[in-house]
């Protein structure tokens, strides 16, 4: 099967590499700028998939390959479609998980092909979850390679259940004000979800603050 590869993540760096070691694929072409989009009309591959492309594609392009564009999503399907799906589980109780689905002319919004569910934890950071989201994501593709090559079809998702966010949201959600109140989950369960190292997300007054959390393994620290 001839195909093309999109974007780079680290689930897209496993992915790239245990297509390339397959007898049953041609890899013709990695793609990781949009003004590249157009190699995909050229070769006209027979399936393109998508690991952390940061673009919207084409309407145009979308068409070209006969089996479709599949696309590895870091989110259960139809929760937090867009942008940072491993921050918001972590702050309005939406379930964590993964998703292969077909690309379409919305922001994650196409058929489901297989989707998992992965744990929360209450230790959990950003950074936690997405380290998780990221292995699971290619476990889920890995799984699921024999219908992709079929082209099955994937399920429709019920998009009035579930959520979606812009990159936007977390620029308001990351400034915080040091006059609002909280409950201290409240607070905490923010702080992880914005903990993101080496990274800073969250701030007050300017400053970037990240919260440090761990399981409590043994004996209690001796003072």
């Known amino acids: 099967m001839d195909l093309v590869f999109l974007g780079m993540n680290p689930a897209g760096e496993k992915t790239l590499e245990w297509l390339k070691e397959r007898e049953d ?8 700028e949009k003004k590249n989009l157009g190699l995909i009309e050229e070769e006209r591959p027979e399936l393109v998939i998508s690991s952390g492309f940061e673009h919207k594609v084409p309407k145009e392009i979308l068409e070209v390959p006969e089996k479709g564009v599949v696309n590895l999503h870091p989110s259960f399907l139809p929760f937090n479609r867009g942008a940072h799906p491993y921050v918001w589980p972590l702050i309005d109780g939406t379930p964590a998980g993964v998703s292969i689905h077909y690309m379409n002319e919305g922001i994650d919004e196409g058929p489901v092909i297989s989707r998992r569910k992965v744990e929360k934890k209450e230790t959990d950071t950003a950074k936690d979850l997405y380290d998780r989201l990221q292995h699971e994501m290619f476990q889920l593709f890995k799984d699921s390679w024999r219908d992709i090559k079929k082209g099955v079809e994937g399920s429709e998702q019920d ?5 979606v966010h812009k990159s936007s949201d977390l620029d308001d959600l990351a400034s915080i004000n040091p006059n609002e109140e909280f409950k201290a989950k409240e607070l905490v369960d923010l702080l992880r979800a914005l903990s993101f190292p080496p990274h800073g997300m969250a701030s007050i007054d300017g ?3 990240e919260l440090n959390v761990r399981e409590n393994v043994g004996d209690e620290p001796k003072h």
């Open 25 to 32: 694929v041609e890899l013709l072409v990695s793609i990781k």
């Open 207 to 209: 400053k970037f603050l």
């Open 159 to 163: 998009l009035a259940k579930g959520t």
